[in-house]
């Protein structure tokens, strides 16, 4: 890129030069070199800056090349120190840009490796390099969630259902920002806690309230369905007879907590601070006691792998018919908008990701409470427009085809009530259709989706168009991998004939800890291609045995992800991430690893778990491993009472 259309992308009126050609020389501005050397405290080689921008307090320093090379960073270098000699409260971005084409290389406030900004890959108005230095808030995971506990215990000591209790921290949390956002904070300090609890304190306990609902409104306006969505807050909520008791005094000392323990530590504008978002949310759905304990709300980790693993971007339109709280909905949607600013000017990300939130994201559910957390969820995730809606996925099929998703991620309740399945999915379940909970294990979901896309893709054809595959990552219990039952076998049959079997991930056994402990797996299909080949050939599925994702359990915090030392002995290496980037690795390469991992071509009576297939890796064994066994093995033989005790010993009955 020329000079001159650097100088029209970020803004003539921020052009500072001071000699001719538009340059700007620090010899000019300091007076004279010996001034400048003095200031500096050592001979300089390099004086002259190609293109100098300023506004307030923010300079933005740029170099120019035909195709700039890594020696040319220390002559930048020796402008940032000049610069920062002469103006020394000034912020500072340090750019390389290449005149022969549009690369460019940035940093902020020091150039260095850990001040590179990676994803800065064009060129972009005065105005987004000033937000770079808004971020006002340390994203710290850690300290959110052990608040999050500790906050949840405030709600107990106040009264607040368990039930209600996501609900209410969501809502407060979204007034909380709204407040924030009146005062204009840049900083979350002491004084300005001072200043907004002062405020609190000249309403009334029916003031906040009435604040919080109006902040609700204001968000949702122009939502689908804004009136069922107030109902629902209202009467989960604000109408609650428990919230309504809370004194003035509560609702400042709970506001308050989650001011300085929360949101303090969550940049909503970071992908980290979104995740942490999303981790702080669902640590409080754990308490909303849903009718049927086996219905879960999956781990944010593992969303965000089901996300890597079908490569959600902001090209994908992303669905789940079973949303929940919104979990994977949120996880992909944070993805997408963080995806939108890759090779991209602020106004162009900007762009996508209103084009993100209004086409992008889908969702359905059918339980109130679950339907009104997702609502909830997303508002804090700051989509109010979210294409959810509150149905049976059994009665949405025009609302899926419109949608026409091109990923779809689910985790469907094990335990269905078959009076809400349709008859046509129960003709072979004889007493079980009229039973208490869905034989199939929730397989009769994935039955149901892969009809409704191949009627979409019949549809299609019929049009002159291309028929698309979908791509559908679902967790769904061992039972559906292991299970010899016929109606699961038979389902298994039904989803193989249209649909192939990519994948399969045995998960941790503890994933759902603290709430339900079913055992899942999850499965990768390809929904919109036979598994077996027009040749007759069967396609083969890789299998994962992902039993350890690294994380442990700590007392009142649940599961939580382990961290390991960096070389500057500081703990910021994540196990987990290690551990997805080789799951993710082992299923692309296809790779068989002994006690990692398998492919198989497998049929609907097979087995669909890698430890069917996979080959033991006897080099970890140890004597405890063996040891272990033993005692396995003892304790089987004396609850099937085949041990018993003879002078001292024990004798093995045959």
């Known amino acids: 890129m020329q000079r001159f259309e650097i100088i029209k992308v970020i803004g003539e009126k921020y052009h500072t030069p001071n000699i001719e050609n538009g340059e ?5 501005e300091a007076g004279s070199k010996e001034k400048l050397e003095t200031l500096v405290g050592h001979k300089i080689n390099h004086f002259k800056l190609d293109i100098r921008f300023e506004s307030e307090d923010v300079v933005i320093l740029i170099e120019t090349k035909q195709s700039f090379t890594k020696n040319d960073e220390s002559q930048l ?3 940032l120190e000049e610069e920062k000699a002469i103006h020394p409260n000034k912020k500072i971005i340090c750019i390389l840009a290449n005149t022969n084409n549009d690369k460019i290389k940035v940093w902020k406030s020091e150039i260095n490796d850990e001040n590179l900004l990676i994803n800065e890959t064009l060129l972009d108005e005065m105005d987004h390099y000033i937000n770079l230095f808004k971020i006002n808030k340390q994203n710290d995971r850690e300290k959110v969630l052990k608040n999050t506990y500790a906050l949840n215990e405030l709600l107990h000591k106040y009264d607040i259902d368990e039930a209600k209790r996501s609900q209410f921290v969501g809502t407060s949390l979204l007034y909380i920002k709204d407040i924030v956002e009146k005062f204009k904070v840049t900083k979350i300090d002491n004084k300005i806690v001072e200043e907004i609890k002062l405020f609190w304190s000249k309403l009334s306990a029916k003031e906040i309230i009435s604040g919080i609902e109006k902040t609700l409104d204001n968000l949702l306006d122009g939502s689908d369905n804004k009136a069922k969505k107030i109902e629902l807050l209202q009467k989960n909520v604000l109408n609650d007879q428990k919230v309504k008791k809370l004194t003035l005094q509560n609702w400042i000392i709970i506001l308050e907590t989650i001011l300085t323990n929360i949101y303090r530590y969550i940049d909503p504008e970071s992908s980290e601070g979104q995740d942490i978002l999303n981790l702080f949310f669902i640590a409080f759905n754990k308490y909303t006691g849903k009718a049927d304990k086996n219905q879960a709300f999956t781990p944010d980790h593992i969303t965000e792998f089901m996300c890597r693993l079908t490569e959600v971007d902001r090209t994908k339109v992303v669905m789940d018919i079973t949303c929940g709280s919104g979990s994977f909905l949120v996880q992909a949607m944070v993805k997408e908008l963080a995806d939108c600013g890759r090779d991209t000017t602020e106004a162009q990300k900007k762009n996508l990701q209103k084009l993100v939130k209004e086409k992008h994201i ?14 909830t969820n997303m508002l804090i995730h700051g989509d109010g427009n979210s294409n959810i809606i509150y149905e049976s996925c059994f009665d949405s099929e025009k609302f899926i085809c419109d949608a026409d998703p091109d990923i779809i991620l689910m985790n469907p309740p094990y335990n269905a009530k078959p009076i809400g399945i349709p008859d046509l999915y129960k003709k072979e379940w004889g007493k079980a259709k ?8 929730g397989l009769v979901f994935i039955h149901f989706l892969s009809d409704v896309i191949k009627r979409l893709n019949d549809k299609k054809v ?4 291309a028929i698309k595959p979908v791509k559908l990552a679902v967790l769904l219990p061992l039972a559906c991998a292991i299970g010899t039952g016929s109606l699961i076998t038979k389902e298994k049959e039904v989803l193989l004939e249209d649909n192939t079997l990519e994948a399969v991930f045995s998960l941790p056994g503890e994933m759902f800890y603290p709430g339900a402990s079913v055992c899942a797996c999850c499965m990768l299909f390809t929904l919109g291609q036979p598994h077996v080949k027009s040749d007759g050939t069967t396609r083969s599925t890789f299998f994962g045995y992902c039993k350890d994702d690294g994380f442990v359990k700590k007392k009142n915090l ?6 390991v030392k960096d070389d500057k002995g500081n703990f910021t290496i994540s196990t987990w991430k290690e551990i997805e980037a ?8 296809k790779a068989v690893i002994d006690g990692k991992s398998a492919v198989e071509k497998v049929n609907a009576d097979d087995e669909w778990l890698c430890e ?8 970890k064994l140890t004597a405890d491993d063996f040891q272990r066994t033993l005692n396995n093995y003892l304790s089987y033989l004396v609850k099937e009472g085949n041990v018993y005790e003879n002078n001292g010993g024990m004798q093995v009955w045959n």
């Open 558 to 563: 649940g599961r939580v992800e382990q961290f």
């Open 582 to 589: 080789e799951w993710l690795d082992l299923f692309e390469r």
């Open 362 to 375: 889908f969702g359905i559910e059918n339980e109130e409470k679950a339907y009104g957390l997702a609502t």
């Open 612 to 619: 069917a297939y996979m080959k033991t890796d006897y080099t």
């Open 434 to 441: 009229d039973g208490k909970e869905d034989p199939t294990k």
């Open 462 to 465: 019929k049009e002159g168009k």
């Open 24 to 28: 700007y020389s620090y010899v000019q």
């Open 77 to 79: 270098a020796e402008y």
